[in-house]
Nanobody
């Protein structure tokens, strides 16, 4: 069974930093585009950042200059370094993969992690 498992969320004061991680566990052969989304109770899930297999990145305007997305293909891990956090960054953050190819060459599209809560509050 393949899973995306996030970690690193928590409570942080405004201006603080957090680093989120996501690991793809199971019989994974290849991972496509990876990304982070976030959602609050009052809003739809929104894109935070994406990164391709060869390292090209895309960010939401709201996080440009504050967040950095990266990945380690050998470890099958995804990261989000968040700095200068604001109260409006409070949300559940989800790891996303557009295409997981397993060792039997089957493909799982559009995989999501279970989410990790980030709360920015004094």
């Amino acid at each position: 069974q393949v899973q995306l498992v996030e970690s690193g969320g928590g409570l942080v004061q405004p201006g603080g930093s957090l680093r989120l991680s996501c690991v793809a566990s199971g019989s994974v052969f290849h991972i496509g585009v990876m990304g982070w989304y976030r959602q609050t109770p009052k809003a739809d899930r929104e894109l935070v950042a994406l990164i391709t297999n060869d390292g090209r990145t895309q960010y939401a305007d709201a996080v440009k200059g504050r967040f950095i997305i990266s990945r380690d293909n050998a470890k099958k891990e995804l990261y989000l370094q968040m700095t200068n956090l604001r109260s409006e960054d409070t949300a559940v953050y989800y790891c996303y993969v557009d295409r997981l190819q397993l060792i039997d060459r089957s493909i799982i599209p559009n995989s999501w992690g279970q989410g990790t809560q980030v709360t920015v509050s004094a």
